[in-house]
T-cell receptor
Framework: EDQVTQSPEALRLQEGESSSLNCSYT??????LFWYRQDPGKGPEFLFT???AGEEKEKERLKATLTKKESFLHITAPKPEDSATYLC??????????FGAGTILRVKS | GAGVSQSPRYKVAKRGQDVALRCDPISGHVSLFWYQQALGQGPEFLTY????????KSGLPSDRFFAERPEGSVSTLKIQRTQQEDSAVYLC?????????????FGEGSRLTVL
C-alpha cells in the first residue's frame, strides 16, 4: 500500500529562519512526487513535480529535492506570507494521488 | 471566474439526509477528480472522470456515495443517507490532460457537516 508520511506536523519559524520539511514515502513504482501548498479554507495549490532521485526544482524561496525514499522542501529566508500547510503527494499506478497529512508552517515576523 | 468552482461552500445536513455537491471545472479540462479531506488530514482520493467516463471510483467509501459527470463538464457528488463520519471538506480538481501528471487545479471545496 502506498504511504506518505510528513514531518514535522507543525513548524514555527522566525522570518528569515531557513528550514526543511520532510516527506517520506513508500510506493511501488513511483511515477511522480508532488508538493502542494494549502491556505486555510482554500484548496491545495500546485507547487512542484519531481520524477526521479536527484531531481531538484526551485520557486522563489522554495526548493524541492527527491531521493529514493524521501523528498525535502527547503524554505530559505521565509516570510510571513509563506505560512500555510504544505502537502506532499505521490502517484504510483493509476490516476490518483496519495497525500500525506501535511506540515503546518507558521512564519512570524 | 477562471478557476474550479464548487457549490455550496458550506452544507449542514441532518444525519440521514441526502446531499449533492457541485463542481464546475475549468473550461476545457478533460480530467476531473473528487477528494475528501478530513480535518487535519491530507486529501483522500474518491473518484476520477475522463470527460464523461468515470474511470476510477475505487476511493468511494460506500455505496452511499455516487458521482456523475454526464456531459463531460459539470460534476455532482451525491451522498445518500449521510452519516456523521461523512463530515469533511470535499475537494474537486481538474486537469487539462488525459493522463494525470499530478498538476491539478483544485477548487476551494465544499465543507459538509453532518449533525
Amino acid at each position: 500500500e502506498d504511504q506518505v508520511t510528513q514531518s514535522p506536523e507543525a513548524l514555527r519559524l522566525q522570518e528569515g529562519e531557513s528550514s526543511s520539511l520532510n516527506c517520506s514515502y513508500t510506493v511501488s513504482g513511483l511515477r511522480g512526487l508532488f508538493w502542494y501548498r494549502q491556505d486555510p479554507g482554500k484548496g491545495p495549490e500546485f507547487l512542484f513535480t519531481l520524477y526521479s532521485a536527484g531531481e531538484e526544482k526551485e520557486k522563489e524561496r522554495l526548493k524541492a529535492t527527491l531521493t529514493k525514499k524521501e523528498s525535502f522542501l527547503h524554505i530559505t529566508a521565509p516570510k510571513p506570507e509563506d505560512s500555510a500547510t504544505y502537502l506532499c503527494a505521490v502517484q504510483a499506478g493509476g490516476n490518483k494521488l496519495v497525500f500525506g497529512a501535511g506540515t503546518i508552517l507558521r512564519v512570524k515576523s | 471566474g477562471a478557476g474550479v468552482s464548487q457549490s455550496p461552500r458550506y452544507k449542514v445536513a441532518k444525519r440521514g439526509q441526502d446531499v449533492a455537491l457541485r463542481c464546475d471545472p475549468i473550461s476545457g479540462h478533460v480530467s476531473l477528480f473528487w477528494y475528501q479531506q478530513a480535518l487535519g488530514q491530507g486529501p483522500e482520493f474518491l473518484t476520477y472522470f475522463q470527460n464523461e467516463a468515470q474511470l476510477d471510483k475505487s476511493g468511494l467509501p460506500s455505496d452511499r456515495f455516487f458521482a456523475e459527470r454526464p456531459e463531460g463538464s459539470v460534476s455532482t457528488l451525491k451522498i445518500q443517507r449521510t452519516q456523521q463520519e461523512d463530515s469533511a471538506v470535499y475537494l474537486c480538481a481538474s486537469s487539462p490532460l488525459l493522463a494525470n501528471t499530478g498538476e491539478l487545479f483544485f477548487g476551494e471545496g465544499s465543507r459538509l457537516t453532518v449533525l
